[in-house]
């Protein structure tokens, strides 16, 4: 039961008629009393609400996704099987976070037909986002008074990470096929593979002549090497403490996930397998041996519903984790912290078996407003602060050389700058076949 | 004046952001539209409850419908005029006229009050309350008098009178009145009602006029009307020109401003306090309860850094601030200079004053001298090591 702004302006008029004609409080009780009626009576000749029938227009369970800063159309259908002619106010509710537009809809379903509204989800978070219910305000003939009720119809969208760092993907695939068309190493050595035979031509280095390909044809032959394709290359994301911090308006997470992505579409394109995973003191989400076309949309699925924890990440379990899903020598990328007190206690005492078998790279997300804030002066306050983050940026650097020093390349950039980063320096590991 | 204040050039203009809700005009425009019909409501309640007073018939207003002449007049003609705005049966007694020049004022005490006293009365227009009190037998009838007419009666004033401006009410006597009464003016009507009763009321003389207008300033000199006031009203050395006042109420019975109020302005507003109970029902039942969402949790990255500065400045840590600096700029410097790291201050200090010609004591102070002694010094030393950064560059 709802009153609607007629009754109230119908009320208010009221005043006239009591003003005028009927000044007692008798008068006001008759007249109030008599337009309580009326809107009672109104609101018993709306539709009941629980006789509509609503839903989606998909199968109850699909999921719909959509990226994250996009927008999605939403359509919500109304039925009235009933023989009186429904005029309705509806709220689809989601979660605030999907951002659906407009707050409410006014639809008339006329008698035994059906209707459709539709609602416009502009997620602002990345995750699962749930129809939560439809509340159906039915208004009576009059327009006075409604009744009010609501249906469940669930839904689920998907909202996927925004991969902004898209952009950066064809420079680095031209440079990929660059990488592939040099044919740098022309000698064996680790990471290359035989490619072909060709015709020996001056410069070529007569190491590398086949001779007993040569003795089968009229010239010279000479082998030649390419960059090791087929590799394995492991992501790990860091999804407890250090990857809460906000780091501009979004959290390291978002920045993490950003510079898997373009890893990921980056290193199937140049013909290696890319697996996922996501933990934290358990595994959160993880993507195994998908092949190369289905590859991004189950990342982009598997992360959408990861969220920080402020937890403490479990190293051991991350190395076990590698350890047991990397069986051949992978290129493991971390996506974690510098954090001193976290490296020297969770990383550094399980670096070494992973080490042993895999290259490991470590990509952290700086925080920019650290130069900002180490560049400030003025008073007192702010050299303190200065100072303060003169020494968080030495510890920070100071972690990133120690583990350099161990054989980790460690990439350490701000959240825009990371994914590129990590790219390049994956590019530069294949050139250099340490895959 | 040649500076103008210039607009600081880092000040972004403020977005607002265009969004899909209802502007504010339209979404007011319901509330604003019933408070506007209210107004008018109240208005018309006002203009409609509100009653015409004007100063008519009083003896001292030389407006057109007052009636100074009339009483300049009697009291040239040696009548006592006084005028009086209560009554009681002593002041009103036999001998003497009294105007009632507005009837309809009168509360009942003082009808009753009239009543009792012994006077002769001049009844201007009187409302049926003061007909039944002090003319019994007198009934006003809905005629109005067309055009001026003759008196027909044997009443000496309207005699001498002739035709007057009577255009008010008219009267017709019921049988139980006594013979003897006078009808004057008649309208014409087969009730036999006139415009002017003449009758004795227990052992006085009770005068009905049905309108006022004889008596104003504005007619008193046109045809018989000044004749037939003055014969009604010259009657007796004492005039009473009687304008009735309610007196004012006896201690404990006195009355509060909501009381004096009309009724439909007290029980109009009561209704606008329902009408606005109704719109607090409107606007306050949601369309469904709130939906509520899990966050997740949002650390602000450089928040350690903040609370380490904090506590460097709450322990007043200058040694450490400015050992921070320090390390930070000779890394720097190291860097630029080609110095190795692990050589020392002693040949980074070398090569900086080398490089930019300051004294190898002052850069060696600066670089690496005691911890400043109080904040001041400390916001000097990042300001000399910044000089030096950029000295080297």
């Given at each position: ?435 | ?46 203009v409609?409850a509100t009653p015409t007073r004007t100063g008519a018939m009083r003896p001292d207003s030389a407006s057109p419908d007052g009636a100074m002449a009339l009483a300049r007049v009697l009291e040239g003609q040696g009548v006592r005029v006084e005028p009086v705005t209560d009554l009681d049966a002593a002041t009103a007694a036999?001998g003497r006229t009294v105007l009632v020049a507005a009837p309809e004022r009168m509360s009942t005490r003082q009808r009753d009050a009239l009543a009792a006293s012994g006077a002769d009365l001049v009844l201007v227009r009187p409302d049926e309350a003061t007909l039944?009190a002090l003319a019994?037998?007198v009934?006003a009838?809905?005629?109005e008098l067309?055009?001026p ?8 004033a309207a005699?001498r009178a002739?035709p007057v401006d009577l255009e008010g009410g008219a009267y ?12 004057c003016y ?9 415009s002017l009763v003449e ?5 006085r003389t009770v005068t009905v006029v049905g309108d006022a207008t004889p008596f104003t300033n504005d007619v008193l000199d046109e045809r018989g009307n000044a004749a037939l006031t003055l014969g009604l009203l010259g009657a007796h050395p004492d005039l009473l020109w009687y304008l009735p006042v309610p007196p004012p109420a ?10 004096l109020?009309p ?131």
């Amino acid at each position: 039961m709802a009153v609607t702004g007629r009754f109230a302006l119908l009320v208010a008029l009221a005043a006239l008629f009591v003003g005028l004609l009927f000044p007692s409080g008798l008068g006001v009780l008759v007249v109030s009393g008599a337009l309580v009626v009326l809107a009672l009576a109104d609101a018993l000749a709306a539709v009941p609400v629980r006789s509509l029938r609503l839903d989606r227009e998909q199968e109850p369970g699909a999921v719909v996704t959509v990226r994250l800063g996009e927008s999605l159309e939403v359509p919500l259908r109304v039925a009235n099987p009933g023989r009186r002619r429904a005029s309705l106010v509806l709220r689809d509710a989601w979660e605030p976070s999907a951002g659906a537009a407009p707050p409410r809809h006014r639809l008339v379903v006329p008698a035994g037909e059906r209707r459709r509204v539709v609602s416009t989800l502009t997620p602002t978070r990345r995750g699962d986002r749930d129809a939560v219910r439809v509340t159906v305000r039915s208004l009576g003939p009059l327009g006075v008074a409604a009744r009010q009720g609501r249906h469940p119809v669930p839904a689920r969208v998907r909202v996927l990470p925004a991969f902004g760092s898209r952009r950066h993907l064809p420079s680095r695939l031209a440079r990929m096929r660059e990488l592939d068309g040099r044919r740098a190493v022309q000698i064996r050595g680790q990471g290359t593979e035989f490619d072909s035979l060709r015709e020996y031509v001056a410069g070529d280095d007569v190491r590398s002549i086949d001779w007993r390909a040569s003795a089968r044809s009229a010239e010279l032959v000479v082998r030649t090497w390419r960059p090791e394709r087929d590799r394995q290359v492991l992501v790990v994301i860091d999804t407890g403490r250090s990857a809460a911090g906000r780091v501009g308006d979004a959290p390291r997470l978002d920045a993490a996930l950003d510079t898997a992505l373009l890893l990921a579409a980056l290193a199937s394109r140049g013909g290696d397998r890319v697996d996922l995973l996501a933990l934290d003191r358990e595994v959160r989400a993880s993507v195994l041996g998908a092949t190369a076309g289905e590859l991004l949309p189950s990342l982009v699925t598997a992360m959408a519903p990861l969220e920080p924890r402020l937890v403490e990440t479990d190293m051991r379990l991350l190395a076990a984790s590698v350890l047991a899903r990397a069986g051949r020598r992978s290129l493991v990328v971390l996506v974690t912290g510098l954090d001193e007190a976290a490296v020297v206690e969770g990383l550094e005492p399980v670096l070494g078996s992973l080490l042993r078998r895999h290259t490991v790279m470590l990509a952290a997300v700086a925080d920019p407003g650290l130069a900002t804030m180490a560049a400030g002066r003025g008073d007192a306050e702010a050299i303190y602060t200065a100072a303060a983050a003169g020494t968080a940026r030495a510890a920070r650097r100071g972690v990133a050389e120690r583990l350099a020093g161990r054989g980790v390349e460690v990439v350490d950039a701000a959240p825009e700058d990371l994914p590129p980063a990590v790219a390049d320096r994956y590019l530069a590991l294949k050139a250099a076949g340490r895959l | 004046m040649t500076a103008t204040p210039e607009t600081p050039a880092t000040s972004a203009p403020a977005e607002t952001p265009e969004t899909s809700a209802p502007r504010p005009l339209v979404r007011w425009r319901g509330p604003v539209l019933i408070g506007a019909l209210v107004l008018l409501g109240a208005l018309l309640v006002a203009v409609l409850a509100t009653p015409t007073r004007t100063g008519a018939m009083r003896p001292d207003s030389a407006s057109p419908d007052g009636a100074m002449a009339l009483a300049r007049v009697l009291e040239g003609q040696g009548v006592r005029v006084e005028p009086v705005t209560d009554l009681d049966a002593a002041t009103a007694a036999p001998g003497r006229t009294v105007l009632v020049a507005a009837p309809e004022r009168m509360s009942t005490r003082q009808r009753d009050a009239l009543a009792a006293s012994g006077a002769d009365l001049v009844l201007v227009r009187p409302d049926e309350a003061t007909l039944a009190a002090l003319a019994p037998g007198v009934r006003a009838e809905p005629i109005e008098l067309p055009e001026p007419v003759d008196p027909a009666c044997a009443l000496p004033a309207a005699l001498r009178a002739g035709p007057v401006d009577l255009e008010g009410g008219a009267y017709t006597l019921d049988p139980t009145v006594p013979p003897g009464a006078q009808r004057c003016y008649p309208t014409g009507s087969p009730t036999g009602a006139a415009s002017l009763v003449e009758l004795g009321v227990h052992g006085r003389t009770v005068t009905v006029v049905g309108d006022a207008t004889p008596f104003t300033n504005d007619v008193l000199d046109e045809r018989g009307n000044a004749a037939l006031t003055l014969g009604l009203l010259g009657a007796h050395p004492d005039l009473l020109w009687y304008l009735p006042v309610p007196p004012p109420a006896e201690p404990g019975q006195e009355r509060g401003a909501s009381e004096l109020l009309p009724p439909g302005w007290v029980w109009g507003p009561v209704q606008l306090l329902v009408a606005g109970l109704a719109v607090a029902l409107w606007r306050g039942r949601r369309l469904g309860p709130v939906v509520t969402e899990d966050l997740p949790v949002v650390v602000p990255a450089g928040e350690t850094v903040r609370g380490r500065a904090r506590l460097y400045r709450r322990a007043g840590a200058r040694d450490r601030a400015a050992e921070a600096l320090r390390s930070d700029v000779r890394r720097d410097l190291a860097t630029r200079l080609g110095v190795p790291r692990g050589a020392g201050v002693g040949p980074l200090v070398d090569a900086a004053a080398g490089r930019t010609g300051w004294p190898p004591a002052a850069v060696g102070a600066l670089l690496a001298g005691p911890p400043p002694p109080d904040d001041p010094s400390l916001v000097a030393l990042a300001g000399d090591l910044d000089r030096l950064g950029d000295a080297v560059r």
